[in-house]
């Protein structure tokens, strides 16, 4: 099992940038780099839930948490092309024909390479040098899949949109009250 691991990393290690210099030529993006900063911080929150389905699996040894944070890992960027580290840092996964958030196979397809073991390990070390030397900040897997992470709509912007939210409909309340809904015992009474 060792030797599977070792071969590959190995492997892994000596076709990654020649597969990152080859598809780069066939993917240019119009959209600019997000912040490195906040993708590695974003890459490392979703690391630590990986790393906790980990212990988890250690604690109650129980295939369940490993086979959810494989499932995690690799649907991740699928729900509106944001992880739970993507939406804290305030960045989404696009796909760079369309511009639309990554799909689930967008997610798959750019995320299955680190579900290999050995080849795992060895992208925690690669991966993150791709994405800072890359001008679009794309690394292995958005090449495969022709995604781009960039700055989008995340936690900071959900709790301004809230309070936003909250504060028109309390300044309509405080308007107009008359136009609130009748309770139900105020239906009743009417009815009758």
Do not use: H
């Amino acid at each position: 099992m060792l030797l599977f691991y070792a071969v590959s990393a190995a492997l892994f290690a000596l076709l990654y940038f020649p597969a990152v210099a080859r598809l780069a030529m066939a993917l240019v993006s119009r959209y600019p780099k997000a912040n490195t900063e906040k993708r590695l911080l974003a890459a490392a929150i979703d690391g630590l839930l990986i790393m906790t389905a980990w212990f988890l699996y250690q604690a109650m040894d129980s295939y369940a948490p490993l086979a959810g944070g494989a499932v995690y890992l690799l649907l991740r960027d699928a729900v509106g092309g944001q992880s739970i580290g993507k939406i804290m840092m305030g960045l989404t996964v696009i796909r760079v024909e369309t511009g639309r958030p990554c799909s689930v196979m967008g997610s798959i397809q750019r995320n299955a390479m680190l579900l290999v073991p050995g080849a795992n390990i060895v992208a925690l070390f690669l991966e993150p040098v791709t994405i800072v030397r890359d001008p679009q900040g794309q690394r292995l897997g958005d090449r495969l899949a022709q995604t781009q992470v960039v700055e989008g709509f995340g936690a900071k912007d959900l709790a301004t949109s809230a309070y936003d939210w909250w504060r028109n409909f309390i300044a309509r309340l405080e308007k107009d009250p008359l136009r609130r809904r009748p309770r139900a015992e105020e239906i009743d009474l009417v009815s009758s």
